[in-house]
């Protein structure tokens, strides 16, 4: 199993970690460099959510017709082209159009990797196998932390390391990722209204989930800075402790087989909400518990939606993945964008806290089609 997980943790950790994450942890700096607004901050943030859901709408066309392999692969030449182009960004409009390419590989890796682990693995260990992968986002945050506290000032620097990693991360894929003898074919049950309507509830909840968490990706980094006066080793401590708490993300799979998909999901979702609102509590206790709350309920929540929606699609899982992380996307884009506007008008606590409290309805939505 883990000859083919290990690349897909890694791919993972760059396609999201490096190319999509890492903006916020460096947003402080980038946004002096560039001289941005909270709301040219949330428009960039948006770009890569927007891409995100753009790729995930052709993931499965083109796993169909290309192969797995080969999406991977596009999806690491985005992610490194995006990094190279937000390393050399002169002003707002590049590193949005950069952001935009870098967040492409995000959106197709998680499908072909759900493809790859119903292809190459056991079916015993696809449960654990597509949750090992999804946390690979813990292990991109683990090692971007320390090159954000090494090259605090300088995060051109900083994604050009980034971009290096991607790089060697795509040979090892290429090297150790299989092409199946044959692609996988469309499951004619997947474009019926019937399928649609049991994925009904899981693409509300991937919504929902996407845009309360989009706030925190975007701008917990900032609020410390701006709002806690933190300095750049506290802050970037915050990130890091978020990325090791998110490893515990990959034992999702035996968690939901022990107390089910329905009992997992809401008090996944309740500690993801908890960690919006403890984050304006101004004690250091509640803001790095935050952290804690938040990395390793984030991991556990798409290792939950990786689960349910390969359950409804179980054919193609990569459809169902593209579905529900289409529908996350479309959540974070919307969300980062509003939460920029709202922090620019308003506050970072009232914006935090708004986001939990829609996030919080989220409980109510049922699991029952997950069969």
Known sequence: MWKFVLPGIAMIGVTYAFARFSFGLFL??????????????????????????????TASLFIQKWGQLRVIQLAGISAILGLLGIAFSPNFYI???????????????????????ATSLREKDRDRGNTWMNSGT????????????????HWRLSFLLF??????????????IPTPASFPSQDKTVTGSRSLKRAKWLIIASIMVGGSSSVFWTFSRSYLTAVYQMSDFES????????????????????????????????????????????????????????????VSYIVMTGILIVW???????????????????????????????????????????????????????????????
Do not use: C
């Not at 700096?29 to 709408?57: C, P, Q, R």
């Not at 870098?102 to 759900?114: C, E, I, N, R, Y």
């Not at 813990?138 to 090494?150: C, E, M, T």
């Open 236 to 295: 970037v401590f915050f990130w890091i402790l978020m990325g090791v708490s998110g490893i515990i993300g990959g034992v999702a799979g035996s968690f939901i087989n022990k107390i089910g998909l329905s009992l997992s999901y809401r008090l996944t979702l309740l500690i993801m909400m908890t960690s919006l609102v403890i984050i304006t509590i101004p004690n250091p206790i509640t803001i790095y518990t935050s952290s804690i709350f938040f990395g």
């Open 163 to 176: 971009a290096l990693m991607a790089i060697v991360v795509f040979i090892w894929n290429t090297i150790r």
């Open 95 to 117: 590193l949005a159009l950069s952001t935009f390419i870098a967040g492409l590989g995000s959106g197709w890796s998680s499908p072909a990797f759900s493809q790859v682990a």
């Open 138 to 153: 813990s292990f991109g945050l683990i090692v971007s932390g320390p090159i954000a506290l090494l090259f605090t000032e």
């Open 309 to 371: 929606s390969t359950r409804i699609f179980t054919s193609l899982p990569s459809i169902g993945v593209s579905l529900s992380f289409l529908s996350l996307g479309i959540g974070q884009s919307i969300g980062s964008f509003i939460a920029g506007g709202t922090i620019d008008a308003i506050s970072y606590p009232f914006t935090f806290v708004l986001f939990s409290l829609i996030g919080l309805v989220g409980v109510i939505v049922p699991t029952k089609n997950s069969n």
């Open 28 to 57: 402080p700096h980038i946004t002096e460099s560039l001289d941005l607004t909270e709301s040219n901050a949330g428009f960039v943030g948006s770009t890569a959510y927007a891409s995100y859901t753009l790729a995930l709408l």
